[in-house]
């Protein structure tokens, strides 16, 4: 997850290489730079 502030808010999701990702419609978002696929489901997010 992605947070910032203080308190803390999360504001969005990042890759295993440390890219944020973008979600489309269906949930999904792909590393620009591993190309891995990640989802989002049920409020979090794992790699597919």
Do not use: D
Not at 18 to 31: D, K, P, S, Y
Request: contains cysteine.
């Amino acid at each position: 997850a992605l947070v910032i502030g203080n308190p803390a808010r999360q504001m969005g999701w990042m890759s295993e290489f440390g890219h944020r990702l973008t979600f489309n419609e269906e949930g999904i978002a792909v590393c620009p730079e591993s190309g891995e696929k990640y989802i989002l489901k049920n409020g979090g997010v794992r790699k597919v």
